[in-house]
T-cell receptor, first 110, second 114 residues
């Protein structure tokens, strides 16, 4: 079946540093979704990318979808303590299922 | 404005016991999902229901059964709990299928099997 790989698994940064997580799929995706899970919480939808080469921004977060629609990245500029959590990418498998990456756990030293 | 509600939030079982995890959504969504989350393994799909009256296996269905009771409710049953089923269980829903639709998650059930 489809596989979605995310790296790194963990990232620890100083507050104010930038952070990037990368997502790679074994197959071409029709779209990719990103979720954030705070410690002890549940995943919360952040954004969906659909077009090849698409770039979307949400304040300090920049999301990119690769030209081949097989990879994606999330970049956070000047991290803040509120950015702590695990970030997941997810790609559809068929019409009904989402396949999630393993997630990147971000911790921040204030 | 509850979204997706899961009960219970915590549960401890002994090996061999059975239990049902409940999930209900009030967003009039058609599709519902059960995931388990284990450290370092992301979210793995156990079962899903594309619409009322249908259920299908996901990636890790062994040891579980589900019931889509109506459009709102989707329950997950462990018939004979095993320590390997210790995990955090999330229910999610989406308006239609996962393709092009965000999923909304409940707060999770933290289940320990002794």
């Amino acid at each position: 079946g489809q596989q979605v790989m995310q790296i790194p698994q963990y990232q620890h940064v100083q507050e104010g540093e930038d952070f990037t997580t990368y997502c790679n799929s074994s197959t071409t995706l029709s779209n990719i979704q990103w979720y954030k899970q705070r410690p002890g919480g549940h995943p919360v939808f952040l954004i969906q990318l659909v077009k090849s080469g698409e770039v979307k921004k949400q304040k300090r977060l920049t999301f990119q979808f690769g030209e081949a629609k097989k990879n994606s990245s999330l970049h956070i500029t000047a991290t803040q303590t509120t950015d702590v959590g695990t970030y997941f990418c997810a790609g559809p498998e068929g019409a009904q299922k989402l396949v999630f990456g393993q997630g990147t756990r971000l911790t921040i030293n204030p | 404005n509850a979204g997706v509600t899961q009960t219970p939030k915590f549960q401890v079982l002994k090996t061999g016991q059975s239990m049902t995890l409940q999930c209900a959504q009030d967003m009039n969504h058609n599709s519902m999902y059960w995931y388990r989350q284990d450290p370092g393994m992301g979210l793995r799909l156990i079962y899903y229901s594309a619409s009322e009256g249908t259920t299908d296996k996901g990636e890790v269905p062994n040891g579980y059964n589900v019931s889509r009771l109506n459009k709102r409710e989707f329950s997950l049953r462990l018939e004979s709990a095993a320590p390997s089923q210790t995990s955090v269980y999330f229910c999610a829903s989406s308006l239609w299928g996962a393709d092009n639709q965000p999923q909304h998650f409940g707060d999770g059930t933290r289940l320990s099997i002794l």
